[in-house]
């Protein structure tokens, strides 16, 4: 089996077949979209006689003298798509050496919730990391709805809210256009700025709406009033096997209406319609609101891992404190912040 860089020929052909099984951050779109940010964003592909037999996304960050090669940043996951354990062997062993050809500083991959217990260990043993960081999320069958799966108690509690919105004449609609796109980016910044949080980008959202809705990875759906007002949406990751909660505003004034809770109730049916079987919630701290609320619905605490290997002891990562690592690397994994604190 070789190992050859993805090409753009290559990356069209594997999205033209791509299996059922892949997961929607391993489609070659993203590395369109990372490329349109101003990424240096790089494909590995496994090659049997000419067959692919897996790949794997990444970039190449150099700031201040450091360089960090991610898999994959902006959407949390990355690691390899790949047909066996041999080959998912091959394409991180791959990614290590070529980090290690760029004198990297640090290799840093997210693993996907949805892996096993078996193939985290592999992922282990290929990136040999010097850091791992646990991080919590929150996963839920989609068999039966998640209503379904409630107590009646909060059962009723849920629906009464969505019965809420649907008296006040709520509407979901399944895709945002061009000029829904860019109201919801005006409410998105909105809301980031009341609660105090670092937004992504929106030529992020922009090419997540341009490149990857089309691909048929993710989806922007939206909520509207009767007079066609828009409220806000969701941002989903989606395939055949799972769809992922992954980035939503709404406008503050309509917050009595529950509006997440009617569009999310919208979606599940949409995802249950297409038989995807798993809701990934993303992560969230496990004390707080917006956990209470997931686990509302019912959702399950899981974990997913960030490997980072610290590839050169001579580094000038901790020259730099925390703050300037996040300005200098943002929407990546790169070491623990605990590795500042020694």
Do not use: C
Request: glycine share 6%; no cysteine; hydrophobic share 40%.
């Amino acid at each position: 089996m070789d190992l050859v860089e993805l090409t753009p020929a290559l990356g069209e052909s594997i999205a033209r077949n791509a299996p059922p099984e892949l997961l929607p951050v391993h489609h070659p779109v993203w590395l369109d979209v990372l490329s349109s940010l101003g990424e240096d964003a790089r494909g590995l592909v496994a090659l049997d006689a000419g067959e692919v037999r897996g790949w794997l996304l990444y970039t190449v960050t150099r700031r201040d003298d450091v360089t960090v090669v991610n898999s994959l940043p902006y959407i949390a996951y990355g690691g390899p798509h790949a047909r066996d354990a041999e080959t998912t062997d091959l394409l991180l062993l791959g990614l290590r050496e070529i980090a290690q050809s760029l004198g990297a500083d640090v290799l840093s991959v997210g693993t996907s919730p949805l892996l096993t217990e078996e193939e985290e260990l592999a992922y282990v043993a290929a990136i040999a990391p010097t850091h791992i960081f646990e991080n919590g999320v929150q996963l839920q069958p989609l068999d039966p709805h998640p209503l379904e799966q409630l107590s009646k108690k909060r059962r009723d509690a849920i629906e009464s809210e969505i019965r809420r919105g649907e008296r006040a004449g709520l509407v979901a609609i399944d895709r945002l256009d061009d000029a829904q796109l860019e109201e919801w980016l005006d409410i998105y910044r909105a809301r980031y700025a009341e609660i105090g949080a670092a937004p992504y980008p929106d030529e992020f959202h922009r090419q997540l709406h341009r490149r990857t809705v089309p691909a048929g990875i993710a989806e922007l759906r939206g909520l509207v009033d009767a007079t066609g007002r828009l409220l806000g949406g969701i941002a989903f990751l989606v395939s055949q096997r799972e769809a992922t909660y992954f980035s939503s505003a709404f406008v503050s004034d309509v917050r009595h209406l529950y509006p997440t809770t009617f569009l999310l109730n919208h979606a599940f049916h949409a995802f249950r319609a297409r038989g995807i079987r798993t809701f990934n919630w993303h992560s969230s701290p496990s004390q707080g609101g917006v956990h209470a609320y997931k686990q509302r619905w019912g959702a399950a605490d899981h974990r997913h891992f960030y490997l980072a290997a610290l590839l050169r002891p001579d580094t000038r990562l901790f020259e730099l404190s925390a703050d300037e690592i996040r300005m200098l690397f943002p929407f990546r994994f790169v070491l623990p912040f605990s590795a500042w604190k020694r």
